[in-house]
């Protein structure tokens, strides 16, 4: 996985937890291999859900995790605090880095 991503991911999963406690997060997807990637397109095109074809998944480069939606709504202001989003229309729960913070990076903004 990127290590910005990690970094990024694991420091607001972090803030999140710690401001509601007993809260877990579940990873359903981060880093895909060419083989993961093709399976993983043809269960979501057989599902009828968005899908990125072998060589333009963000996935398959390390630089994106797929969580469940309603995690991903409740972590909004803690991923964009790190400079991530949800930037994939009509799939609310991956997420990768998108605009960078206020300080222009990704990672802990110091607001």
Do not use: C
């Amino acid at each position: 996985m990127d290590e910005r991503l990690q970094t990024a991911f694991l420091g607001a999963v972090t803030e999140y937890v710690r401001d509601n406690p007993g809260k877990k997060i579940k990873i359903e997807s981060a880093f895909r291999t060419p083989e993961d990637q093709i399976r993983a397109a043809r269960e979501a095109a057989a599902a009828g859900r968005p899908y990125a074809v072998h060589g333009s998944s963000k996935h398959e480069k390390g630089a994106a995790i797929d969580i469940p939606a309603a995690d991903a709504a409740a972590m909004r202001k803690y991923l964009e605090r790190w400079g991530l989003g949800t930037p994939v229309p009509n799939d609310p729960g991956h997420i990768e880095p998108v605009l960078p913070n206020s300080q222009g990076k990704i990672g802990r903004a110091h607001v």
